[in-house]
């Protein structure tokens, strides 16, 4: 997992390279001025909308000229418009070109709209002032499309009622000195839903406010129509995955420069993407979450390439002005991402790796873990370490979908440690510890009752992928199978083995010593707290039992301000924030028992699997 950090000669390094590459993806000072001018200007549009006291305020004066507060129908104008505007902000200040294309396009409608309406030329200014820069810097809105599905519709929709719903409600309500009567709550409501469909509500106003309340709630419904079903009936860019070409590439790489990384073989999760080098002999794999293209691990492949799929990686961001990151880099890799790129990295935790040839359950500090296993074997369980492709189909699917059902998440968890998948052809090298126990009424996976799954790690190693366990078991099987499978290394040529990432563990360890201080006491007392709901402490507890080495792994970033974003991208890569609906239970055990055919796959498998 340590070398020499590769260095890219003086006699092939390109002028201003690392400059470009330091400004990585960041959007231009222009994109983020009219990003955020432009949600401003939703911002007051909105207001000027909504609260009748704002439109005859000082305010009101630089509002009602902003583009799209025009004319009689100033209030619903500004409403869809300043949603319209706060649609695109985010987008703007990302450099996103259909942005861009429909600002342009939305400014010079509002400047014929004032001449037209209001004979307004303050306004026919603010919009071309509002414009000038955009047509002056249009090749700074270049980034490509993200990926997206139908479902952001379903999102769409959802979100937008919502919002139109509170808005909607809120016009209702501010016009109080007006409403005839003292109509209710569900009253207001249901005026509100009607009103968002184009039909009366049964509020009633007077005077003219029932038309300024209905062609609100009527642009508000408009709208929330017509973004839905763009965002259905546009072209789907779906996110990039693994082809059978790229995967063959990868194992290829794996088979010479493995034994590296203990996370090379979860770069052949087939949910993400990869870039190459040039020379084809180095490879980054990622996925994209909200806009943060997401890497894992380090670079696959030889070392001296890194530099040129590392390139790759910061081009490909910076084409769609995605957030670069890496989760989970050794000290080897920060140091060329930070390098090479000129992003920061910090140390997010560390990896527990036990030697085969140092493990023995002798001696005081593994008594605990001595006597469970000790206890657990005397309870008549037994264990078994195979590889995967030792196992029949017949027990393979049932181990699948065991596997699949003692899951504790709805959704699967793991990304930058973790393969998605449980006994695929191609993974043949993978290892699966298993615990088996007879009882007088066996459940629906016989004596199966707890699995540990293990990928490879170059030609001696492997690394921990999943533990799973029946729920009704006895307390202590993963330390049971654990052990079992370090006993039974040295029959398979396995001298390494790789446990499971233990979150911030140095601020653990450090913050319970004698002569800690305040800052890392207070340190350690939140990551505690959050353990509640995390497993930060836990699983450091747990893999401290085993007497590992501790490997530090890091998190790269290009700043500061961008952490909480990686932060909850990752989250979502990881399984621990699901912003999509879930699949029946049913259709993921499906899909989870349907490896799709490898290229690496030999003929009696793929016969098998067509069987």
């Known amino acids: 997992m340590s070398g020499e950090v590769p260095r890219r000669s003086s006699g092939t390094a390109r002028p201003g390279r690392v400059s470009r590459i330091l400004s990585g993806p960041?959007?231009?000072?222009?994109?983020?001025?009219?990003?955020?001018?432009?949600?401003?200007?939703?911002?007051?549009?909105?207001?000027a909308g909504v609260f009748p006291r704002f439109r005859h305020s000082r305010m009101h004066a630089i509002a009602e000229v902003l583009p799209g507060a025009l004319g009689p129908f100033a209030a619903a104008l500004s409403l869809s418009t300043g949603v319209l505007l706060l649609l695109l902000a985010h987008g703007l200040k990302r450099g996103k070109r259909r942005a861009w294309r429909a600002a342009v396009a939305l400014l010079p409608a509002g400047a014929v709209a004032q001449f037209t309406y209001r004979h307004s030329l303050v306004g026919v200014l603010i919009s071309l002032v509002l414009l000038a820069p955009l047509l002056r810097h249009r090749d700074q809105f270049n980034a490509l499309p993200d990926p997206r599905s139908r479902w952001k519709a379903l999102a769409n929709f959802v979100l937008m009622s919502a919002g139109s719903l509170a808005l909607g409600l809120l016009v209702v309500s501010v016009h109080s000195g007006r409403i005839v009567g003292d109509p209710s709550l569900a009253d207001r409501i249901t005026h509100v839903i009607y009103g968002l469909f184009g039909f009366e509500g049964p509020v009633d106003y007077r005077g003219d406010t029932s038309w300024t309340v209905a062609f609100s709630l009527g642009a508000l419904g408009l709208l929330?129509?017509?973004?839905?079903?763009?965002?259905?009936?546009?072209?789907?860019?779906?996110?990039?995955?693994?082809?059978?070409?790229?995967?063959?590439?990868?194992?290829?790489?794996?088979?010479?420069?493995?034994?590296?990384?203990?996370?090379?073989?979860?770069?052949?999760?087939?949910?993400?993407?990869?870039?190459?080098?040039?020379?084809?002999?180095?490879?980054?794999?990622?996925?994209?979450?909200?806009?943060?293209?997401?890497a894992s691990g380090d670079p696959i492949g030889d070392v001296e390439a890194w530099p040129g799929a590392i390139e790759r990686f910061m081009d490909e961001a910076r084409a769609h002005s995605w957030t670069p990151a890496v989760m989970g880099c050794s000290e080897t890799g920060g140091e060329v991402w930070t390098r090479e790129?000129?992003?920061?990295?910090?140390?997010?935790?560390?990896?527990?790796?036990?030697?085969?040839?140092?493990?023995?359950?002798?001696?005081?500090?593994?008594?605990?873990?001595?006597?469970?296993?000790?206890?657990?074997?005397?309870?008549?369980?037994?264990?078994?370490?195979?590889?995967?492709?030792?196992?029949?189909?017949?027990?393979?699917?049932?181990v699948r979908q065991a596997a699949d059902d003692w899951r504790g998440t709805d959704t699967e968890r793991g990304f930058s440690m973790a393969l998605g998948r449980v006994?695929?052809?191609?993974?043949?090298?993978?290892?699966?510890?298993?615990?088996?126990?007879?009882?007088?009424?066996?459940?629906?996976?016989?004596?199966?009752?707890?699995?540990?799954?293990?990928?490879?790690?170059?030609?001696?190693?492997?690394?921990?992928?999943?533990?799973?366990?029946?729920?009704?078991?006895?307390?202590?099987?993963?330390?049971?199978?654990?052990?079992?499978?370090?006993?039974?290394?040295?029959?398979?040529?396995?001298?390494?083995?790789?446990?499971?990432?233990?979150?911030?563990?140095?601020?653990?360890?450090?913050?319970?010593?004698?002569?800690?201080g305040p800052v890392l006491r207070a340190w350690r007392g939140l990551?505690?707290?959050?353990?509640?709901?995390?497993?930060?402490?836990?699983?450091?507890?747990?893999?401290?039992?085993?007497?590992?080495?501790?490997?530090?792994?890091?998190?790269?970033?290009?700043?500061s301000a961008d952490l909480p974003r990686i932060g909850f991208a990752a989250m979502q890569a990881e399984g621990f924030v699901n912003l999509a609906l879930p699949l029946p239970r049913f259709l993921r055990r499906r899909r989870f028992a349907a490896p799709r055919p490898c290229a690496h796959a030999t003929t009696a498998e793929r016969d098998v699997r067509a069987a």
């Open 423 to 516: 006994g695929d052809p191609a993974d043949g090298d993978c290892l699966i510890a298993t615990a088996h126990k007879q009882d007088e009424h066996p459940g629906p996976y016989g004596d199966l009752k707890a699995i540990l799954h293990f990928v490879p790690w170059g030609p001696d190693g492997v690394s921990l992928d999943l533990m799973r366990r029946d729920r009704s078991a006895d307390p202590g099987m993963n330390e049971l199978l654990i052990v079992a499978a370090l006993q039974a290394a040295p029959r398979f040529g396995i001298a390494r083995v790789s446990l499971n990432f233990a979150m911030f563990r140095a601020a653990l360890a450090r913050g319970e010593k004698i002569g800690a």
């Open 26 to 47: 960041r959007p231009e000072a222009v994109p983020v001025l009219v990003g955020r001018a432009c949600a401003l200007v939703g911002v007051l549009d909105i207001a």
């Open 224 to 294: 929330t129509a017509v973004t839905t079903i763009y965002l259905a009936f546009r072209p789907e860019h779906p996110a990039a995955q693994l082809t059978e070409e790229d995967e063959a590439a990868l194992r290829a790489l794996l088979e010479k420069h493995g034994r590296r990384d203990s996370l090379g073989h979860f770069a052949l999760r087939r949910d993400k993407a990869v870039v190459f080098s040039p020379s084809g002999k180095a490879a980054v794999t990622y996925r994209v979450v909200s806009g943060v293209m997401l």
């Open 527 to 559: 990551l505690v707290f959050l353990s509640r709901w995390f497993q930060i402490e836990s699983l450091y507890k747990f893999n401290a039992k085993f007497q590992p080495r501790w490997e530090p792994r890091f998190v790269v970033y290009r700043a």
């Open 341 to 398: 790129t000129g992003l920061d990295a910090l140390e997010l935790g560390d990896e527990a790796v036990v030697d085969v040839a140092d493990f023995s359950l002798a001696g005081r500090a593994m008594r605990n873990v001595r006597q469970m296993v000790k206890r657990i074997e005397r309870a008549g369980y037994e264990t078994r370490v195979r590889r995967v492709r030792d196992l029949g189909e017949a027990e393979l699917e049932r």
